[in-house]
């Protein structure tokens, strides 16, 4: 007999299950289920059924086993990496790292950014990490295409009008004549790079050098590890108190956050020193250029 969404609460979600077995994340898993390429003993699912102990679950006719042991990995990703697990896509971080098991990235880097980016396959901490509510931090060090002063390092930390919202209030100091560390507690769509570009500066270089208690340490550009225990106990303990029921993503735009105010005079700073209204973003023209194959 059919199983149906309406049936009592014995068994788990399909999402769970699948974020459970380290085959995706719980929206991933959603997204597959919209797509029909999932089905339980047979029987393509639909939302809201459930997993009973003994079924057999399968992704595009891919039998799905239960749990792997979990596996957490610290990337020194390099400029041009993509993080997606389309491994259609050349250059994609799953290919990048060639794991012998499924993997996938916590968050993303964009393609022209570089540093710490973990991979994992437990499902469940993604979320505890990535949502913006739990406020963890990320720390990057940033170069732009033309000196900054202090004006650009105060109005950078005070809520900047991007995205037709406001940033939260973040930590920024200078460490050269163009360049600075900023840490971050969001995740909107290319942030720092938005930042910058609000007041008229283009990013020229990004690096991510901390998520949380995680650094780089001396890990070489390209490299990766495993994450120690010690690490893991420290992430642990960060994340005990986190939500994992909505999820965020590092550098997309699925973040909604508090709708942009009317900025005041420190917020509007440009190249002009006026007032301006924050207009739709346009797409943007980075300085990375991929090198050519040959």
Sequence with gaps: ????????????????????????????ADKYVDLGIITINGEKVVMGMKVQPGDEVRVSGKLIGTKAAPVYIALNKPQGITCTTDQHIDGNIVDFVNYPERIFPIGRLDKPSEGLILLTNDGDIVNKILRAGNNHEKEYVVTVDKPIDGNFIFNMGNGVPI??????????????????????????????????????????????MRIMNLTLDNLATGSWRHLSKQEMAGLNSLIAGSTKTMEASTDTASYRAKPATKPDAKLSFSRNNERRTERAPKKEKYAYTPKKKG
Aim: charged share 30%; net charge positive; with cysteine.
């Design 1 to 28: 007999m059919s199983q149906q969404a309406s049936q009592p609460s014995t068994g788990i979600r399909v999402n769970k299950f699948l974020s459970e077995a380290g085959y995706c994340s719980r929206r991933e």
């Design 163 to 208: 995205l037709e919202t406001v940033t939260n209030k973040c930590k920024v100091k200078q460490t050269g004549p163009r360049s600075f560390e900023i840490i971050l507690t969001q995740g909107l769509n290319r942030q720092i790079r938005r930042m910058c570009e609000h007041f008229g500066f283009r990013v020229r270089k990004l690096k991510r």
